[in-house]
T-cell receptor, first 114, second 112 residues
Framework: NAGVTQTPKFQVLKTGQSMTLQCAQD?????MYWYRQDPGMGLRLIYY???????DKGEVPNGYNVSRLNKREFSLRLESAAPSQTSVYFC?????????????FGSGTQLSVL | DQQVKQNSPSLSVQEGRISILNCDYT??????FLWYKKYPAEGPTFLIS?????DKNEDGRFTVFLNKSAKHLSLHIVPSQPGDSAVYFC???????????FGAGTTVTVRA
């Protein structure tokens, strides 16, 4: 039972490089999310997809794009990485979008931008 | 501006004693509150939640208390066990816009 799988686990980029973080869930969840975790800031929502075919901005969307490829997969792209994007990124999913829905998280991607 | 605040970055407690984690929020529209637990190199996992219509919810060793007038909630772990050593995140949302706001987390260390 994999749950939410994120790749890669670690990545080092140079400023200006691009990359895509991949996320897949096998729980048949409708909603998927990308968060970033920074020291002293908690988890902040970057983008979410309430259902297949829809995506919306969260709190901190600047510098990112997302694609909901199908019901299982939700990718996060950094087009031109900046040092401010150094963070730990978590993908999550939930059955549906709602305040009482439990989120299921992947194990995270530690990204460093030099 | 953070709407959910966990003012204690860390907490150290002896095994068998009570751990009390505190969380304050500023948005009076929040009506659902959750706690997530995170081990190193893993993603957060859901621990316990409470709706604003309740003031207490209990699940085994974990109890969450909500004081709406004070905009304050707390998580009690009794008795604390070494496996409880983790980072605990408080989170809140509303039925209005579903956006989940997280606190910065409290690192709990349970000493043997």
């Amino acid at each position: 039972n994999a749950g939410v799988t994120q790749t890669p686990k670690f990545q080092v980029l140079k400023t200006g490089q691009s990359m895509t973080l991949q996320c897949a869930q096998d729980m048949n969840h409708n909603s998927m999310y990308w968060y970033r975790q920074d020291p002293g800031m908690g988890l902040r929502l970057i983008y979410y997809s309430a259902s297949e075919g829809t995506t919306d901005k969260g709190e901190v969307p600047n510098g990112y794009n997302v694609s909901r490829l199908n019901k299982r997969e939700f990718s996060l792209r950094l087009e031109s990485a900046a040092p401010s994007q150094t963070s730990v990124y978590f993908c999550a999913s939930s059955r549906d979008r709602g305040p009482d829905e439990k989120l299921f998280f992947g194990s995270g991607t530690q990204l460093s931008v030099l | 501006d953070q709407q959910v605040k966990q003012n204690s970055p860390s907490l150290s407690v002896q095994e068998g004693r009570i751990s009390i984690l505190n969380c304050d929020y500023t948005n009076s529209m929040f009506d659902y509150f959750l706690w997530y637990k995170k081990y190193p190199a893993e993603g957060p996992t859901f621990l316990i939640s409470i709706s604003s219509i309740k003031d207490k919810n209990e699940d085994g060793r974990f109890t969450v208390f909500l004081n709406k007038s004070a905009k304050h909630l707390s998580l009690h772990i009794v008795p604390s066990q070494p496996g409880d050593s983790a980072v605990y995140f408080c989170a809140a949302s509303s039925y209005n816009d579903y956006k989940l706001s997280f606190g910065a987390g409290t690192t709990v260390t349970v000493r043997a």
